[in-house]
């Protein structure tokens, strides 16, 4: 049972180029998630996604855009990357946006930029 | 001001001792209350969940909320070496309180546990 499976593990990028994070769930929940994690501020929600066709802001979304590909998948892009945006990435879903339910999380990606 | 603050430690206690870790947090719209560990270079997992005040135990974890002084807490007892990891609080908002927060986790930013032998 996989759970949230996120790749690649680990990046490294040249300030100014592109990439892609991806993320699938074989849950079949409705609602994902994409966090970043640096040292002293905890987890901070990028983007989000509370069902299949939506997507919304979360409180860190400059830079990112993402995708809800189908179900399964949800993917980060960023389009010119920055050295502020070296991090480690999260994915997380829930069955259901409707119920406050915990979130089960990937294993992250690591990102540096240089 | 941060809406959840959490002391970042490290901790570091011998084997075999209780540990209290804490959040307090300003937004008394919150009601669901989580705990997630955290191991090195792993992504966090759900290890205690709990609604509005009160206490939940789970074998060795026991959680407190008291929505009066906006204050959780994790205690550990019989601490293990295996319970070295990274502590995160986590908290959401009543369903009944609506809007573009909800389902949303706000996050502390995470005590470093040390359990030595």
């Known amino acids: 049972n996989a759970g949230v499976t996120q790749t690649p593990k680990f990046q490294v990028l040249k300030t100014g180029q592109s990439m892609t994070l991806q993320c699938a769930q074989d849950m079949n929940h409705n609602s994902m998630y994409w966090y970043r994690q640096d040292p002293g501020m905890g987890l901070r929600l990028i983007y989000y996604?509370?069902?299949?066709?939506?997507?919304d802001k979360g409180e860190v979304p400059n830079g990112y855009n993402v995708s809800r590909l189908n179900k399964r998948e949800f993917s980060l892009r960023l389009e010119s990357a920055a050295p502020s945006q070296t991090s480690v990435y999260f994915c997380?879903?829930?069955?259901?946006?409707?119920?406050?339910?915990?979130?089960?999380f990937g294993d992250g990606t690591r990102l540096s930029i240089l | 001001q941060k809406e959840v603050e959490q002391d970042p430690g490290p901790l570091s206690v011998p084997e075999g001792a209780i540990v209290s870790l804490n959040c307090t947090y300003s937004n008394s719209a919150f009601q669901y209350f989580m705990w997630y560990r955290q191991y090195s270079r792993k992504g966090p997992e759900l290890l205690m969940y709990t609604y509005s005040s009160g206490n939940k135990e789970d074998g060795r974890f026991t959680a407190q909320v008291d929505k009066s002084s906006k204050y959780i807490s994790l205690f550990i007892r019989d601490s293990q070496p295996s319970d070295s990891a990274t502590y995160l609080c986590a908290m959401t908002i009543s369903s009944n309180a609506g809007g573009t927060s909800y389902g949303k986790l706000t996050f502390g930013q995470g005590t470093i546990l040390t359990v030595h032998p």
């Open positions: 996604s509370a069902s299949e066709g939506t997507t």
């Open positions: 997380a879903s829930t069955r259901d946006r409707g119920r406050a339910q915990p979130q089960h």
